[in-house]
């Protein structure tokens, strides 16, 4: 019998009342400000394990959830509003010299691709202004991608206990608490959370947008891009608040970069490009509903250190 096997999640937290739990998370002390990864870190898992026979030991509820072939991502980037070039790279994770702060997910330095499951989230994410152009890139999934939950709704719970379901519900408003704040500090508790405790999932991890509510942002491992190709993508500004594209963009095999303006004429590969993606004319907002093939398989994670 493996270590795993051994446990389950009412001797997980059968010594530890919801209150004895709750005063653990309340008392997570660490300067974050002064502390390196590794400091945080071991300040996160000393309020998070609880010792049973030796092992330190907590849950939390998530699923993996799965991507399938056919889907499709967006990403989005801020352009310089003097730049006349486009490389192949720009349509994919931030250079590394870039990287300088915590995100989300990642570390300073640290590269991850970032990308949404509709394109006003990544518009969004970005905090774009009316005199900033963007670059918003729609990829086809061509591989299925799997990746692990943070701070989804969860379902099917029913057959856990309700003593078991609150106490797991202390531990998941904390590390959501941790994990949606936007301060700089948060940035690297989130990280650490990422990089050392959800470090589960195969390609990387999805998570609810802050920026856009109901919007879901995934973070792909660099590896991962393999299971992804670039459909096209839109240079593009905002006009009153809303996006407006000006030149689309195709990427063929060899590399090269094809840009098309000509939206005005009969026919047009620009607004052919733009209603492959979008579904009809001048609306990036049909892809906010547009459905997603993917299978969300949720449970309860234990931890065992």
């Not at 990387?204 to 109901?214: D, E, L, M």
């Not at 939206?263 to 490009?273: F, G, L, M, R, V």
Request: charged share 25%.
């Amino acid at each position: 019998m493996s270590e795993l096997e051994g446990f389950n999640l009412e001797s997980v937290f059968q010594s530890y009342s919801k209150e004895e739990i709750q005063a653990r998370l309340d008392g997570l002390e660490v300067d974050l400000a002064n502390s390196d990864d590794e400091a945080v870190y071991h300040a996160i898992k000393k309020v998070l394990l609880f010792q049973i026979e030796g092992f330190g030991v907590s849950a939390f509820t998530s699923g993996m959830r799965q991507y399938k072939k056919g889907g499709r991502l967006y990403r989005a980037r801020k352009l310089d509003a003097i730049t006349n070039k486009i490389e192949g790279s720009d349509f994919w994770e931030a250079p590394k010299r870039f990287i300088t702060e915590y995100g989300r997910l990642n570390k300073p330095h640290q590269q991850l691709l970032y990308a949404s499951t509709d394109a006003l989230t990544p518009l969004k994410e970005v905090h774009l202004q009316d005199d900033v152009p963007f670059l918003l890139t729609a990829y086809d999934i061509v591989e299925d991608l799997e990746v692990l939950e943070v701070g989804m709704k969860i379902e099917g719970m029913e057959g856990v206990a309700k003593s078991v379901r609150e106490k797991l519900s202390v531990i998941d408003a904390f590390l959501s608490r941790h994990f949606f704040n936007t301060s700089e500090n948060a940035y690297k508790v989130s990280s650490v959370l990422a990089n050392k405790i959800f470090k589960l999932g195969r390609d990387g991890w999805c998570y609810p947008s802050v920026a856009n509510a109901g919007g879901v942002n995934l973070c792909l491992n660099l590896a991962s891009k393999t299971r992804l190709k670039v459909a096209c993508s839109f240079i593009g500004g905002l006009v009153e608040g809303k996006p407006k594209f000006w030149s689309a963009l195709l990427v063929g095999n060899s590399g090269r970069i094809c840009l098309f303006q000509d939206w005005n004429q009969t026919p047009s590969i620009a607004k052919n490009i733009h209603d492959k993606i979008f579904c009809k004319p001048s609306s990036v907002e049909v892809a906010v509903g547009q459905a997603q093939s993917f299978d969300p398989v949720d449970f309860p994670l234990i931890i065992i250190e």
